[in-house]
């Protein structure tokens, strides 16, 4: 069956690109709002509303991400779990991508409130996806957090795929959270070239999260893809923080992309098939607390080498930290691969 052809499969993929269209959609309407009210804080009473809705809207966010991977992960056969987190992770990467460029096509014509009003509204969509995911095996269950830990912790493949996830996140992270002032300081790009630029990195990361699904499904083993997309993703962020204009960075980064977009569904899979009934949605919150608090992690430790040596320096700090993270995890993976393929050698014959 088609990871299409699910009408709960279905369901949870509008879900996922409706949440993240408002939420991406809010990130670019609150800022407008509280600049178009001339507000240079956001302690007043009129704007302050909005920034705890973003804070809550944020935490909704990362609890709605695991419901909707743990419900995929239940909802689809392990052998279709690549493309089914590949239409998953492809419907967010769409709203991301949608939410604001209609927002922002919107403000041109209605006012910002408005436009706050009618983008929220698409939360509408998300309601069945949401329905479907609260219909998952975990959720009959008493809740227990420390007992899922012990069982996640466990397992030899745990330690490796945090590592190789904390490597991608950290090098992924940190070049999305510089790359608007980087566009504009060190490419000397203008504004409308930096969102173009945005552009097509949205575009090659949404694209190939499906074909890149069906890679994870075909392969045997996982971590080399984790492995090649950090170490291709982390040589570009290196010849990125030396390059000028916009051609050459915009090819750089559309061919980069894919390789992480694949790595990250590969981890997603990998999450996945460590969890079973009574632990899977606390294994996907796990996913989801060391994607965010990683992503938050290589520009709040990398920032301060560029802001004192540059982006060069800074970027190749970063990626140097992810090639050895990814390394370090493919050596978590070569001895328990050793030993399955080494085969002992009978004792030699007596007098030979």
Same mark, same amino acid.
């Given at each position: ?16 690109? =409706?949440? !993240? ?13 509280? #600049? ?39 909802? %689809?056969? =392990? ?10 992770? !492809? ?65 030899? @493949? ?5 590592? $190789? ?16 002032? !980087?566009?504009?300081? @060190? ?33 045997? #083993? ?19 923080? #030396?390059? #000028? ?13 894919? !390789?992480?977009?694949?790595?990250? %569904? ?31 992690? $290589? ?13 060069? =320096? ?16 493919? =050596? ?21």
């Amino acid at each position: 069956m088609s990871v299409l052809e699910s009408r709960r499969a279905l369901a949870l993929y509008v879900a996922a690109g =409706a949440a !993240f269209s408002a939420i991406a959609a809010r990130g670019l309407l609150v800022p407008l709002y509280a #600049h178009d009210m001339g507000l240079a804080t956001a302690t007043t009473t009129s704007v302050f509303p909005l920034f705890v809705w973003q804070i809550v809207g944020g935490l909704g966010a990362g609890a709605q991400q695991a419901s909707l991977f743990s419900a995929v992960t239940e909802t %689809v056969p =392990a052998n279709r779990l690549g493309r089914s987190m590949g239409w998953l992770t !492809f419907s967010m990467q769409a709203g991301f991508f949608l939410g604001p460029t209609i927002a922002g096509l919107m403000v041109v014509v209605f006012d910002v409130r408005t436009v706050i009003g009618v983008t929220t509204a698409v939360l509408v969509f998300a309601v069945p996806g949401a329905l479907a995911a609260t219909a998952t095996k975990q959720t009959q269950r008493g809740f227990d957090l420390m007992t899922p830990l012990r069982a996640l912790s466990a397992q030899r @493949a745990f330690v490796p795929v945090v590592t $190789g996830l904390v490597a991608a996140t950290l090098v992924w992270g940190t070049v999305g959270a510089f790359l608007p002032i !980087f566009g504009r300081e @060190a490419l000397a790009l203008p504004s409308s070239q930096v969102g173009f630029l945005f552009a097509l990195q949205a575009v090659a990361n949404g694209l190939a999260r499906i074909p890149g699904g069906r890679i994870v499904d075909w392969a045997q #083993h996982r971590w080399p893809i984790v492995f090649v997309g950090t170490i291709v993703w982390s040589i570009a962020t290196i010849v990125l923080g #030396h390059l #000028h204009g916009f051609v050459v960075p915009a090819v750089l980064m559309i061919v980069a992309t894919p !390789f992480m977009a694949t790595a990250f %569904v590969a981890i997603g899979v990998v999450f996945g098939n460590l969890s079973a009934a009574s632990t899977r949605g606390v294994t996907m919150g796990v996913y989801g607390t060391v994607l965010f608090l990683s992503l938050a992690a $290589g520009p709040l430790l990398f920032g301060p080498i560029i802001q004192a040596n540059g982006y060069a =320096a800074g970027f190749t700090a970063c990626a140097a930290v992810s090639i050895v993270l990814a390394l370090v995890m493919a =050596a978590m993976h070569s001895e328990p691969m050793r030993r399955l393929v080494e085969v002992p050698l009978p004792p030699a014959t007596p007098g030979t």
